[in-house]
Nanobody, 124 residues
């Protein structure tokens, strides 16, 4: 599975961005898709995830109510709509494909496929 993330950029606090992640290759081998982020000097952390069917979604508490993850399987694309952005949302955002069926959707170790990351900068 190859993943290509896009949509990052510079936005003012309170603004919105939509990230996209296009999957190619053996996209069907993923048990779900997730978004993670890594701020400078910090560890990569879970942001949101969606099941393969799209029926179930999962969010970190820090983004719940502001971010929405969705997917279009016909286009092999996963989206992350980010609203009410805050400066603390500044990070490189990575999309990932879940390769370990038994891992929870928020467990980074369950993801074996990673995109290259897209930078989101939120100015105050």
């Amino acid at each position: 599975v190859q993943l290509q993330a896009s949509g990052g950029g510079l936005v003012q606090a309170g603004g919105s961005l939509m990230l996209s992640c296009v999957a190619s290759g053996r996209a069907g081998s993923s048990y779900g898709m997730g978004w993670f982020r890594q701020a400078p000097g910090k560890e990569r952390e879970f942001v949101a995830a969606i099941s393969w069917s799209g029926d179930s979604t999962y969010y970190a508490d820090s983004v719940k109510g502001r971010f929405t993850i969705s997917r279009d399987n016909a286009e092999n694309t996963v989206y992350l709509q980010m609203n009410s952005l805050k400066p603390e949302d500044t990070a490189v955002y990575y999309c990932a494909g879940k390769s370990l069926r038994t891992a929870s959707h928020s467990n980074i170790r369950g993801y074996g496929y990673w995109g290259q990351g897209t930078l989101v900068t939120v100015s105050s």
